[in-house]
């Protein structure tokens, strides 16, 4: 029960800053997940230990590094975002074990899902 209600809070908190935010939604959930109180709840919500936690914050601050790097070089801010997210993901799934990651991409889908419908509500 409190890990629901951790991942609840973690979508949650996605969901509210989504609201803050002015990039594309997949830049803008990259940005987030470097956030420390969201990575701290991440971490937390995935129950990693401090070797796990310490790759995790490498990898979410490369894939930043990477999708910046990309829009300086000229491609969409949308497809950086998304190369980014391949990377994030694919590099995750190194570190953490199959219950951890399958948490993670249920945490990733339903922030960016959550996210393209904020958008598309926005535009009506």
């Known amino acids: 029960m409190k890990r629901l209600l951790v991942l609840a809070l973690v979508v949650f ?18 940005s987030k997940m470097n956030n420390e109180r969201t990575f701290d709840g991440i971490a937390s919500y995935l129950g ?3 070797d796990q936690k310490d790759a995790l914050h490498y990898i979410f601050t490369e894939a930043e590094r990477r999708m910046e790097l990309s829009t300086r070089k000229g491609i ?10 391949y990377f994030n993901l694919g590099n ?3 570190v953490l074990s199959n219950d ?3 948490k993670l991409v249920c945490i990733v889908n339903l922030t960016i899902n959550n996210e393209r419908d904020y958008e598309l509500f926005a535009e009506k």
């Open 13 to 30: 908190g996605f969901g509210a800053a989504t609201f803050a935010g002015n990039n594309s939604s997949t830049g803008s959930f990259i």
């Open 48 to 50: 990693v230990n401090f």
């Open 76 to 85: 969409s801010a949308e497809d950086a975002a998304q190369k980014a997210i």
């Open 92 to 94: 995750a799934k190194r």
């Open 100 to 102: 951890q990651y399958v």
